[in-house]
């Protein structure tokens, strides 16, 4: 599958990095799934409860997409409205493609200072929350300010690489990296199946063809 960012350097640490948190969240996710079966048996069957399943799972859900944002962005599995992308030329589109990762990045940096600022508060007032557990709000919201992180490094890192590909004219990569994704690639993504364009004839089967041609005019 092909990732936004090339698989070198510091490019290769952060999807690294995004390949072992979205494992990890999905574990969670697993285990989460079971405490919450066990929840549902033990309160009809066994008239028992397990305190705070449903607490732990609203701070999961919003860990697991803050962490989920910058997977989704290095897999290029943002939804992208490109209808009329396509009828502008390879210099537009490219600079389209530019503005659009700075955006991207200068939304993920506001994200991540209204993020710590919502930490900071917690901390400050030593806010806990309103159910049986008590949890005090800056651990799952420390956890949540690590996605956001996360997001907020990759998506600067892809922007800085974006916008270096526009100053180096270098437009049909950045098209091909940071441009919405073709069906091709859309079926792979979904699929792992490798969608394979026609072979190109040999080289001597296509100098037959044109020596024919030649003769065939003369």
Known sequence: MK???PQHGISRTLTRVCDWTVIACGWWLIALSVMTCVEMLGRKVFSFSLQGIDEIGSYTYGIVGAFGFAYTLITRSHTRVDFLLSRFSVGTR???????MVSLAALAVLCLWRGYNVVVESIELQSTAATPLATPMWIPQSIWLGGYLMFA????????DALRLFVRRRTGELNERFGPQTLEEEIEAETEVQ??????????????????????AS
């Open 195 to 216: 969608i394979k364009s026609p072979a190109q004839p040999p080289a001597e089967h296509a100098a037959a063809t044109v020596a024919n041609a030649t003769g065939v």
């Open 94 to 100: 490219a600079l389209l493609n530019m503005l659009a």
């Open 3 to 5: 990732t936004l960012l």
């Open 153 to 160: 490094l990759v998506a600067a890192w892809a922007a800085f």
